[in-house]
């Protein structure tokens, strides 16, 4: 096992439908979690996040959550909220990803604001960009979600499966984009040293 002075941000490719069909939410959520088994097996992490579609409340909630020291948010909706469900309950009640509990975490951004005033969710999405840094800055991992539809970018806003939120302004759109793209970039996954 490794430990880095940095952490990592690590593009992570999490399909919701293939070939035979739709992948149900908590196979995407296994597939989260097996990621997570093999980046903890591999390396030291403080913890591992992955990047989420949160509205204000869920946001809020899942820091305060974190900030009282527990590790089960209780996200609840459509979509990734769904495969956050699933996540938390498999880390809840499946042997196999128990360790898990206060190590994955989920590393929320915000797209439906507390103000739609278009400043102020700039200033959201900001504090959750950089609140997304602090971590990287540290030794954690942070998984940026991609499904095929959104691949190359990252799966943020995401309304439906086959859609962007239609009133997501691009401002906005693309402060995510370009940051996320940027944390890729200084934050890349590293070899093992020999």
Request: proline share 5%; aromatic share 12%.
């Given at each position: 096992?490794?430990?880095?002075?940095?952490?990592?941000?690590?593009?992570?490719?999490?399909?919701?439908?293939?070939?035979?069909?739709?992948?149900?939410?908590?196979?995407?959520?296994?597939?989260?979690?097996?990621?997570?088994?093999?980046?903890?097996?591999?390396?030291?992490?403080?913890?591992?996040?992955?990047?989420?579609?949160?509205?204000?409340?869920?946001?809020?909630?899942?820091?305060?959550?974190?900030?009282?020291?527990?590790?089960?948010?209780?996200?609840?909706g459509s979509n990734q909220a769904s495969v956050m469900r699933e996540m938390e309950d498999l880390m809840a009640n499946d042997d196999k990803y128990k360790a898990l509990q206060g190590k994955m975490k989920i590393a929320p951004i915000t797209t439906i604001p507390k103000s739609t005033k278009l400043e102020d969710w700039k200033a959201e999405i900001q504090s959750d960009l950089d609140r997304i840094k602090g971590y990287l800055d540290g030794s954690s991992i942070v998984f940026g979600w991609i499904n095929q539809?959104?691949?190359?970018?990252?799966?943020?806003?995401?309304?439906?499966?086959?859609?962007?939120?239609?009133?997501?302004?691009?401002?906005?759109?693309?402060?995510?984009?370009?940051?996320?793209?940027?944390?890729a970039k200084d934050y890349p996954s590293m070899p093992a040293p020999k």
């Open positions: 096992m490794y430990a880095y002075d940095q952490g990592q941000f690590l593009p992570t490719l999490i399909p919701f439908k293939d070939n035979n069909g739709s992948i149900s939410f908590k196979e995407q959520a296994i597939n989260i979690l097996s990621n997570a088994v093999m980046a903890i097996s591999m390396q030291d992490p403080e913890a591992v996040y992955i990047t989420y579609s949160a509205n204000y409340s869920q946001t809020a909630n899942i820091e305060k959550t974190y900030a009282s020291g527990q590790w089960k948010t209780g996200v609840n539809e959104t691949d190359p970018l990252y799966a943020h806003a995401i309304d439906s499966p086959s859609g962007v939120i239609a009133h997501f302004p691009d401002e906005i759109h693309n402060l995510v984009q370009n940051t996320l793209s940027q944390y």
